[in-house]
């Protein structure tokens, strides 16, 4: 494999290091809005893998616009448009898991799982 | 919150950016953002509103905007729901560019707009009336 | 006509349309809310009962939503599978609705039921989504829909055990819909698209050129998915989720939602993959052996409960072992058994969920030991959950008893007679935690050995005295469903 590929190929890097660390965060953070902090970062990381296919190197905003010359290149709006979905699940996602946490700090008065499970 | 400039100023910019927010849900297939963004920013203006004056309420009126944002969540999901239902050449047609001219599209979009402007106020009311 | 050509979209989007309505009436009038529910699901099983008639004349169901043609555009297709997931999911649901009317009222705080409908119904059309849609992206949107519903009905109760068990169920099914959505990453930017049919023939091209990704990819898909469909060692949440849910969600949740994720593995694994792919990678004896692990694990831990519901649940993650057995053996009859299996799985696991509300809405009992007696007071009811936990243990003339037939004589044609042991062992297990219940219902003398009637509502009793029966009927007459079920297979190991 050549060395070059590492440059080139960058954004799949960073996005498979960002879902890593984002799972790592989900499994070992023992406070739970962190917890959901690594939802977040996890799925960040796979909207960048999904923006990184998507792009061509040059390309323009995939709007139609007559008076942009011959020839020129569009990027694929698909990846974008599944970005933007799974942006809203996520937000949703989000939401919900921070108002069970809310309505768990009413319980039990703390966030930090630990405790959770000695107050049982 | 007490912070007198952000209340003084901010009266004055939530009219823009209502504004702002429509115009990308307008412009959602000429231009990039769409219903999704233009709903956001609508929402975060109607939220940051109600954070800054809507807590010092009467009781009553507190429930208000939630209620006016569940009735929106409705309608905004039934005009969603239209993409589906109908062929994609329905409504008029026009010069590819233009303001008009993609039909049924648009309406869908004013759809998504209300749907997440109305889904984001009434989180937060959720997640305020817990205390 | 236009109605008769949008039948396969109008399932969904009646149910979502009523979900946003819905919030509109649990604000303000949510007495309605339970008969606005009864009325969709009557509508929604009408349409699918019209669908699966349309199937069975030999018609396949393909729609494009918005006149998107299908590379393009979001397809929906209904084969015989998809028909018959749409009837059991439709018509468990209508079972399931009735029973909740009365059952809810003790189990959840009032103001909260108009939205627990809400979210019932949300999952009801989300399973349905993942059942008939024929697209990769759709089906992840529809596998978060119905991971944000389900446990939006662990939640609903509101009590302490509830909410913390819903949190680790949401924390671990986002987990697993990532790395689902990671694999669909890879399969688009490998194939270029997202329609099943379409990736699978691009597939057959360009797998040899990236065997690593062939691996990446199908085991983010078995760790994605396994950890919905709770396969062994990644059911951690299952058991707390299940058992201290309200007895509606648990018959969901434990009935039908664990197995839409499974057909979604079906038709990843067979028809997107392919059956060879499938037989060179590990992932057929990884199959096997997390099968064989929960089977027996599952029912070990179920061993050792005292809460009957919590012995339910663990009996759910050794049922789900039996469903990937069948699909790990990979030959006609393993995966018509465990085809059939979902079926009767979902019958006897909601018999039983409801049969053991339906003794907390009476008596309010919940551990095992405080059954006795109990045969004489609820004659109906515990004469239904007997009925069920024979067909667990694999009684003859019972429905459980097929499958385990069914799987006995897959693991002879897979080469492979070990497993009829493993079958016969582990009935013996389910035998040896379900009986006691039984024993202590019917033949440990109370005070008072008097015969009464049952006290619980008749909109409880005749769900539960249906689904014994259903399960009685797939017992003594399984010979049409299997055909049915062998040409299903057959199509899918092609």
Redesign the interface.
């Known amino acids: 494999m050549d060395i070059s590929m590492l440059w080139v190929n960058y954004p799949y890097f960073v996005a498979i290091i960002l ?1 890593c660390l ?2 790592l965060c ?2 070992t953070q023992h406070n ?1 809005v962190k ?1 959901v902090i690594g ?1 977040n970062i ?2 960040t990381g ?1 909207f960048l ?2 923006i990184a ?1 998507g792009n061509i190197e040059g390309g323009v ?1 995939p ?4 008076t942009l010359p011959e020839g020129v290149l569009y990027i694929n709006p ?2 974008s448009v ?1 970005v ?6 996520s937000f ?2 989000t ?10 700090y ?3 008065g703390t966030v930090y799982a630990p405790d ?1 499970m000695r107050l ?1 | 919150m007490d912070d007198y400039i952000t209340r003084v100023v901010f009266r004055y910019v939530l009219l823009f950016i209502l504004l702002y927010g429509l115009y990308i849900i307008l412009h959602g297939h000429v231009s990039p953002g769409g219903g999704f963004a233009g709903g956001m920013v609508i929402g975060m203006g109607l939220l940051l509103y109600f954070l800054l004056f809507g807590l010092e309420w009467r009781a009553k009126l507190r429930r208000l905007p939630m209620d006016v944002a569940l009735v929106f969540i409705g309608l905004g999901g039934i005009l969603e729901a239209v993409k589906f239902l109908l062929p994609h050449e329905h409504g008029p047609v026009g010069m590819p560019g233009t303001l008009f001219s993609v039909g049924i599209i648009s309406v869908v979009n004013f759809g998504i707009g209300l749907l997440v402007a109305s889904t984001i106020l009434s989180i937060f009311y959720l997640l305020v009336e817990e205390d | 006509m236009f109605l008769w050509d949008k039948l396969p979209f109008l399932l969904i989007i009646i149910i979502l349309l009523l979900c946003f309505v819905m919030p509109f009436f649990a604000r303000w009038k949510p007495v309605v809310c339970p008969y606005l529910t009864v009325v969709t699901v009557i509508i929604v099983f009408v349409i699918s009962v019209v669908l699966t008639f349309r199937v069975a004349g030999g018609e396949v169901i393909h729609y494009h939503a918005g006149d998107w043609p299908p590379p393009w555009g979001i397809e929906i297709f209904i084969d015989e599978l998809a028909a018959m997931m749409l009837l059991l999911l439709t018509g468990s649901c209508l079972l399931i609705v009735f029973y909740s009317l009365k059952a809810l009222t003790k189990e959840i705080p009032g103001p909260a039921i108009g939205w627990y409908y809400t979210l019932f119904l949300l999952t009801l059309a989300s399973m349905m989504g993942i059942v008939v849609t024929n697209d990769l992206f759709n089906l992840y949107v529809m596998v978060e829909i119905v991971s944000i519903g389900a446990v939006g009905l662990v939640v609903a109760k509101g009590e302490k055990l509830s909410t913390e068990a819903s949190l680790r169920y949401l924390m671990l099914a986002t987990l697993g819909s990532g790395f689902m959505l990671f694999a669909i990453g890879f399969l688009y930017q490998v194939t270029g698209n997202l329609n099943m049919p379409y990736v699978a023939a691009e597939l057959l091209e360009v797998r040899d050129q990236y065997p690593f990704l062939m691996w990446a990819t199908l085991s983010f898909f078995t760790v994605g998915l396994g950890v919905k469909a709770a396969l062994f060692p990644l059911h951690i949440w299952l058991p707390d989720a299940h058992s201290s849910a309200p007895s509606p969600s648990s018959a969901v949740l434990s009935g039908l939602v664990v197995k839409v994720y499974i057909i979604s593995m079906l038709r990843i694994y067979f028809l997107v993959f392919g059956i060879e792919v499938f037989n060179e990678t590990f992932l057929r004896s990884l199959i096997l052996l997390l099968a064989t692990m929960a089977i027996l694990g599952g029912s070990l831990f179920a061993f050792v409960q005292l809460d009957l519901k919590r012995r339910l649940a663990y009996s759910t993650v050794a049922q789900i072992g039996y469903i990937f057995l069948g699909m790990g053996l990979g030959t006609v009859w393993g995966v018509t058994a465990a085809l059939l299996h979902i079926i009767i799985h979902a019958l006897m696991k909601i018999c039983l969920f409801m049969s053991a509300g339906a003794v907390y809405y009476q008596t309010g009992r919940k551990k095992v030991i405080h059954f006795s007696g109990l045969g004489y007071q609820m004659p109906v009811t515990m004469a239904a959950f007997t009925i069920a936990s024979l067909s667990m243990v694999g009684i003859p003339f019972f429905g459980g008893f097929i499958t385990k037939y069914g799987l006995a004589l897959g693991s002879l044609e897979a080469n492979n007679p070990y497993f009829i042991v493993l079958i016969v062992v582990s009935g013996l297990l389910n035998a040896a935690y379900y009986f006691p219940i039984v024993w202590q219902a019917y033949f440990t003398s109370g005070h008072d050995p008097q015969m009464t009637m049952d006290k619980v509502p008749f909109t409880m009793l005749v769900p539960i005295i249906i689904t014994a029966l259903g399960i009685i009927y797939m017992g003594l007459f399984p010979g049409r469903i299997l055909e049915f079920l062998e040409q299903v297979s057959i199509r899918l190991l092609l």
Do not use: H
């Open positions: 879902f984002g799972c989900i499994l739970l917890k939802i996890m799925e796979i893998f999904f296919v905003a709007i139609y616009d007559p698909l990846p599944l933007l979905t799974g942006i809203v699940v949703s996602v939401a919900f898991a921070l108002a069970i946490i809310v309505k768990l009413q319980f039990y959770i049982r």
